[in-house]
């Protein structure tokens, strides 16, 4: 019986960790405890964040880059006046403004009499080799950290001293440094509190326009953070989301500040010791395994074990309890249920339990000839990557968010489930793996794991199958109360490193690159062309011929190279669709006759926000089909 429990614990300990849906379930739990359960303390007096919200873009010429001057004005009063403890600009320096308003906030900087960090970005956030050259020139001398933040499972939830992707001091890590607070050198979990006492919020947060107004001992000798807090910029899930409305996202600079704060109180999450968590499991192994094998009835068994089980998690999701150590929930769970339920040998039931795992695993993620190759070929699903060819494609239904207040849990859910049902199911038809679920959204390969010489040619055809659906089940759902979005698609194709990423506790089988990151970007570019799919050439070739529309050679966000964007014809006419073809050989031609052509074709569509696009930069005077889009 002793191997017996040891196996089932390994089990248990392994599965609530490595199965997708226990492990997120797991981190559910702890969301929910870290979310409800930490009781609220006083205001933090150390760190205060001065927000640039959007009454004060309303005041700026300009939305983005924000107004250099106005934050040289911002930290030249502070210095001057206020004497903080140290400032931290959470905003990145990648591009330039105006000369005169760089130079002065470059002076203001250099000559500050308080100490001074700036955010830095880095190649994985997105930022170019001119990006990353300005930010460097930009602030040379001055003390900086990179502001990226890890996420996992979708939300930030950890502090880390220095950058995963480039071993760089962060952004938190350089601000503790500059103001004399001791920061940890290893990783370690955020303790984000949604309120202090009182119901007062946890950080200070003053609009930054408003600087001039506030007393001086309110930022004296205080951390003072500047940073933006506007719902279309640096937004991230964390624990907190769990309880929704405003607490659904959270500004980047915010994160900070409660890092920040914690680090400064020495706070920390509740935890509990690796040696004590499977010291649980094990016990819950061994009880179930007890339980199992008294002479009981079957009612009274189920009856003592549903006892069991909730006096467990009353304990586990209890305050008294949680202030002190945060006792492992999926784990122990799993390990009574286990060890109660077992019937058979170890041997034979482990067999038969890794097959079924794989099949349920996978069957709703990859096409029954992936899941065929994989169970012949284990080695597949082992830890490593390599380069190879593939297409990629990204789906996101628009407005879902504001879709997702006006439904009642169980509408969305019946809503969503039906629609990702389909959209599966097309992508499984065309040999398509699902790689992830973002929300509302998919992430599907072509091409791996297994590989496939037609992926270009079936990530199209899937494109348009999915596009047909999407478009037919908003029809069929449509009512004044779930008045679902179009879904806009995305589609690239190119080199990827793919394969599964990690360490060997933890990793995923996911792809890196290029190719992967422009598919992306693709599909939030359908927004700012209002097409529904938006595919490269890439994909389609050099040459697609008359099939699919042109919408140009464009720089999306992170590349500096163009890439040439094709879309539907949609229920554009066909001698429309040869007036629009005549006109953009005009727009690459460079001809003086585009503007007229296109504006033609406006007036006669005038809902067409392509063709607006286009007419648009040809009265700002550019010319040709290449143009860049500020915008991810």
Same mark, same amino acid.
């Given at each position: ?261 914690? /680090? &400064?109180?020495?706070?920390?999450? $509740? #935890?509990?010791?690796? @040696? +004590?968590?499977? *010291? %649980? ?9 007890? /339980? &199992?094998?008294?002479?009981?009835? $079957? #009612?009274?068994?189920? @009856? +003592?074990?549903? *006892? %069991? ?145 037609d992926h270009r040619q079936q ?34 194709s190119g080199r990827a490193v ?35 799919v938006c595919i490269s050439s ?95």
């Open positions: 019986m002793s191997i017996l429990a040891i196996v089932i614990s390994a089990i248990a300990v392994l599965g609530s960790q490595y199965i997708a849906p226990l492990r997120q379930a797991s981190r559910w739990l702890d969301d929910l405890r870290l979310a409800y359960l930490v009781p609220p303390i006083a205001q933090n007096p150390d760190v205060v964040v001065l927000a640039i919200n959007e009454e004060t873009m309303r005041q700026m010429p300009y939305r983005s880059p924000i107004d250099r001057g106005f934050i040289a004005d911002l930290v030249e009063l502070l210095c001057d006046q206020y004497r903080p403890r140290a400032i931290g600009i959470d905003t990145i320096f990648d591009q330039p403004t105006t000369p005169l308003e760089d130079a002065r906030l470059m002076e203001v900087l250099r000559a500050a009499k308080c100490p001074i960090v700036v955010a830095t970005g880095e190649p994985s956030t997105g930022l170019s080799s001119e990006q990353l050259a300005f930010q460097s020139n930009f602030l040379a001398g001055i003390s900086s950290g990179s502001a990226m933040l890890g996420v996992q499972g979708g939300s930030i939830r950890t502090y880390y001293p220095a950058s995963p992707a480039s071993g760089a001091p962060t952004f938190v890590h350089a601000v503790a440094i500059a103001s004399g607070i001791e920061s940890p050198t290893t990783p370690v979990p955020i303790l984000f509190r949604s309120r202090a006492l009182q119901h007062a919020a946890p950080i200070r947060v003053f609009p930054a326009q408003s600087l001039h107004l506030l007393p001086k001992e309110w930022l004296e000798r205080r951390i003072v953070l500047i940073g933006a807090d506007l719902t279309d910029r640096d937004q991230h899930r964390t624990p907190l989301s769990v309880l929704g409305a405003d607490n659904e996202f959270m500004a980047g600079v915010m994160i900070h500040a409660q890092t920040l704060a914690q /680090l &400064a109180t020495g706070a920390s999450v $509740p #935890a509990i010791s690796a @040696t +004590l968590s499977i *010291a %649980i499991v094990l016990c819950s192994v061994v009880l179930g395994l007890m /339980l &199992a094998l008294l002479p009981l009835t $079957p #009612a009274l068994r189920i @009856t +003592l074990a549903l *006892a %069991i089980l909730a006096t467990y998690l009353y304990a586990a999701l209890s305050s008294n309890v949680y202030v002190f150590v945060s006792l492992p929930v999926i784990g122990p769970l799993l390990g009574f249920s286990l060890s109660a339920a077992v019937a058979t040998s170890l041997a034979r039931q482990q067999e038969r339990r890794q097959k079924k795992f794989l099949h349920s695993a996978f069957n709703q993620y990859v096409s029954p000839q992936i899941i065929d190759d994989l169970l012949a070929n284990p080695q597949h699903l082992e830890l490593g990557g390599e380069v190879r060819e593939m297409s990629f494609m990204f789906t996101d239904i628009a407005g879902f968010s504001s879709l997702a207040e006006r439904l009642e849990p169980e509408q969305l859910v019946d809503l969503l489930t039906d629609y990702l049902d389909g959209v599966v199911e097309i992508a499984l038809k065309h040999r398509g793996t699902i790689a992830r679920f973002v929300g509302d959204g998919l992430v599907i390969f072509f091409g791996a794991p297994v590989r496939d010489a990530a199209v055809q899937c494109a348009l199958d999915i596009d047909a659906f999407c478009e037919a089940y908003r029809q069929r759902r449509h009512s004044s109360h779930e008045l679902l979005g179009e879904t806009r698609i995305g589609v690239n793919v394969g599964n990423v990690g360490g060997r506790r933890r990793f995923e089988y996911t792809a890196h690159g290029d190719a992967i990151n422009t598919a992306a970007r693709l599909e939030s570019a359908n927004r700012l062309f209002g097409t529904r890439e994909t389609l070739g050099a040459d697609p011929g008359a099939a699919f529309r042109p919408i140009g050679r464009v720089i999306v966000k992170g590349r500096t190279t163009p890439v040439m964007l094709y879309t539907t014809w949609d229920v554009m006419a066909a001698d429309a669709q040869q007036a629009y073809l005549d006109a953009y050989d005009m727009m690459r031609d460079g001809s003086a006759a585009a503007i007229v052509a296109i504006a033609a074709l406006s007036e006669r569509f005038p809902d067409d926000a392509l063709l607006r696009l286009h007419l648009a930069r040809l009265r700002a005077g550019e010319t040709g089909i290449t143009f860049s889009l500020a915008e991810k």
